[in-house]
């Protein structure tokens, strides 16, 4: 494999034009299932766009079993299916959202904690009373699995609440669409269920101590599992 196969790619959305680019090179058989990608610094240079594009575009084929990447040993091709990689290859609407939903997470994780924070120093009585309610509809859930219930996002907004910033109240207002898209991708069972209640429950129990330090950290701890979730590195199998 010589950096002479790859072509520079120009785009707003350069991870994409990376992503069907190695694609199209599996699928033309130029690399090949066992084969070592170049350098993160040469292929960067090759491909003509930043280390952070590249990365974002391996992160993507590293969650659909693309690539792998092994500690101190590079990046590799697996040994996909060539029907997968031709159904890849020209469909990548999934492994897009999955970036979304990675890029999403990441803006969540700069600001859930800070509300957590501020949570578990403010909130009244009254706020941790509505938090209970919301615990108590998302148990109720597990009664009635059937039944369309908006209690995780409503948790979230709870706690934004209890910071007594409308700021982070109304940020969180307009991110719930995206949360409730997010919990659809990664609450497909009840073991998964139980343990975001669980998460969430940990968060409550924080901020009803007043501890700031432990909220933080369980809302981190929240944050990483459903990031795992989501590339497949945690329950993903079991689910």
């Given at each position: 494999?010589?950096?002479?196969?790859?072509?520079?790619?120009?785009?707003?959305?350069?991870?994409?034009?990376?992503?069907?680019?190695?694609?199209?090179?599996?699928?033309?058989?130029?690399?090949?299932?066992?084969?070592?990608?170049?350098?993160?610094?040469?292929l960067a240079e090759s491909l003509g766009c930043s280390r952070t594009s590249l990365r974002e575009a391996c992160r993507v084929l590293e969650s659909e079993g693309i690539i792998i990447s092994k500690a101190g040993g590079g990046r590799f091709i697996q040994r996909v299916d060539q029907t997968l990689t031709l159904k890849y290859q020209f469909n990548t609407v999934d492994m897009l959202e999955k970036t979304a939903i990675i890029y999403f997470l990441e803006a969540r994780e700069a600001l859930e904690p800070k509300i957590a924070e501020l949570a578990s120093r403010r909130a009244?009585?009254?706020?941790?009373?509505?938090?209970?309610?919301?615990?108590?509809?998302?148990?109720?859930?597990?009664?009635?699995?059937?039944?369309?219930?908006?209690?995780?996002?409503?948790?979230?907004?709870?706690?934004?609440?209890?910071?007594?910033?409308?700021?982070?109240?109304?940020?969180?207002?307009?991110?719930?669409?995206?949360i409730r898209q997010v919990r659809k991708q990664t609450l497909h069972s009840e073991s998964r269920y139980l343990k975001s209640l669980s998460e969430h429950r940990a968060i409550l129990e924080a901020v009803k101590e007043k501890n700031a330090e432990k909220a933080v950290e369980a809302t981190l701890d929240h944050l990483k599992h459903i990031r795992d979730h989501v590339l497949g590195n945690s329950e993903h199998k079991s689910n």
């Amino acid at each position: 494999m010589t950096h002479s196969h790859f072509s520079t790619v120009r785009s707003e959305r350069l991870f994409e034009k990376i992503i069907q680019q190695l694609l199209q090179l599996i699928n033309d058989g130029k690399l090949q299932p066992g084969d070592r990608l170049p350098a993160e610094r040469k292929l960067a240079e090759s491909l003509g766009c930043s280390r952070t594009s590249l990365r974002e575009a391996c992160r993507v084929l590293e969650s659909e079993g693309i690539i792998i990447s092994k500690a101190g040993g590079g990046r590799f091709i697996q040994r996909v299916d060539q029907t997968l990689t031709l159904k890849y290859q020209f469909n990548t609407v999934d492994m897009l959202e999955k970036t979304a939903i990675i890029y999403f997470l990441e803006a969540r994780e700069a600001l859930e904690p800070k509300i957590a924070e501020l949570a578990s120093r403010r909130a009244t009585s009254e706020n941790i009373r509505k938090l209970e309610n919301v615990m108590a509809k998302m148990e109720e859930k597990l009664k009635h699995p059937d039944e369309h219930v908006e209690a995780d996002s409503s948790f979230h907004l709870a706690l934004a609440e209890a910071t007594q910033n409308f700021i982070f109240v109304s940020m969180m207002e307009s991110n719930l669409n995206m949360i409730r898209q997010v919990r659809k991708q990664t609450l497909h069972s009840e073991s998964r269920y139980l343990k975001s209640l669980s998460e969430h429950r940990a968060i409550l129990e924080a901020v009803k101590e007043k501890n700031a330090e432990k909220a933080v950290e369980a809302t981190l701890d929240h944050l990483k599992h459903i990031r795992d979730h989501v590339l497949g590195n945690s329950e993903h199998k079991s689910n």
